[in-house]
C-alpha cells in the first residue's frame, strides 16, 4: 500500500482548477502524484513492450521494464509471444541481464535454476540433493506478465489481469494505427531502440509529442532557419488534431491547402500500389495528403512519422517511443526506427540515417525538446507554484483562446476531428483521463479506515 501524503484538500483545489481547464504547474514535480500515477495509472494501463520483428525467431528475446516491472518478452518454440517478470523466483535476482538474444533456457546467475520459454522451472543446481523429492518445480515457474496482446505487430503488456482488450483500449486508434502500421502490408523495426535518460515528467514528453504540434515553429525553428521547414507561422497547424477516447489523439498535418503537393510524398511511387491495397478509400485519401502524423497512445507511447530531408530526397518513416518514468523529474525514452518491410533497401538505409540526424540522443531535433522539457520540471518546484496554473484553454475545442472551432463532420476518420492542429483538445483530453484515474477511489480508504 503506498503512502498518500497528498492532502484531500489539496486534490480538491486541483480538481477544481482542472475542470476550468488550467493545470496546476506543481503536478510536474511533485512526489506524490507520481506514486499516484505508477500506482492507479501504469498498473492499468496498456504499456508497449515491443515490436513482433524484434524478436522474429523461436528463442528470441528483448528485456523491457513496464516503469519498475521488468520483463522478458520472448518467442517460444511454437513461435508464441510470452512475456515473464525478468525475476528469478528463488530470491529474486534479475534473472535475464542482457538486452536481447537467443535462448533455449534462461539460467539465474545467482544460484543456477533455469527456466524454459514458457517459463517453467525445469533444472536446479544439485536439486533432489537440496530440495528432495517434495519440491512442485511447476509452482516456482516464472511469473507471466497478466496481460499480453498485439496490435498491428506492436506488443503490449498490461499489469492488471482484469484490464479491457488491447483492441478495446485503443478504440478508434487502430484506424489510424491501420494506416501508420499496416498501409503496406507490416512494418519492420531497424537497428535497436535507443535508450537514454532524459531530465522530463513523463506528462510533458507525451503531450508534446501527442497534443503539441504548436511548439514546432518556435523549438525547432532551426529547421526553419535550414529552409527544411516554411517561414510560415502556421505551418505546423494545418490538418486536423483527432481525439478519441482513452485519450489517445493524433494529428494529421498537411500542407496549407490541405491537398498534396504530390501524392505520398517523400514515399517511392513502387509503394503506391501496396497503399491502395492495404487501405481504405477514406485512409488511402488521409495518407495522400498527410505530411506528418504525430500522437500518442495513453500513457505513455508517442509516435511520428515525418517526411523528412530536402526536395527531391525526401524520406518517410515511422518513430515509436515509450516515456518510462524513473521519478517525477525524470524519464527513460525508448526510442523505435520502424519502415515499411516492402520498402526497397536502399531506401530503408537512407531513412534510417535521416531518422537518426533527427531523433534519439543524435537528433537534432530530439535536443531541441529535451532542452525545454529539462527547464519545465527545474522551474516548477518552487514554493511559489503551489498555486500557479498553466495556460490550457477553458473551453476544449477553442482555438488557442480567441475563437471557437467546431469538430469537421467531412473528417474522414474516427473520433472527434478539429480542423487545426494549434488546439489543446488532445492535451486536455489527457489531463481528464489523467484526473479520473489518479483520482480512483483515492480518499475512500482514508475515509472507511
Ligand atoms: S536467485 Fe535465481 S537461482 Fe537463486
Ligand atoms: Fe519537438
Redesign the pocket.
Known sequence: MIKKTLEEKAFKHLKEKMEEGLLPQWVLTDPDIYELEIEKIFGYSWQFLGHETEIKEPGSYVTRWMVYDPVILLRNRNGEIKAFLNS??????Q?CTADRGNKKTFT??????SYNLDGDLIG??AGNKVYGEEMDKSEWGLRPIPKVESYQGMIFGNLDPNAESLEDYLGDMKWYLDILLGRSGGMEVIGLPQRWVAKANWKATTENFAADPYHVQTTHRSTVEMGISPEDPLYAGYGHQVVMKNAHGINVITSKTGKARVPFQGTPDSMWPLFEQHLTPEQLDIQSKVTVFVGGVYPNLSFVSPIHGTEGDLHNYLNFRMWRPLSPEKVEVWCWFLIDKAMPEEYKQAAYKGYLGSFGPSGTLEQDDTETWARIVEVSKGLMMKDKELNYNSVSNYLMGYKRVEPDENFPGPGTAYPTTYIDSIARSMHERWLELISKDLFVKEESR
Open positions: 528469478c523466483t528463488h530470491r529474486g535476482t534473472l539465474c546467475p545467482y544460484h543456477g535454476w536446479i543446481v
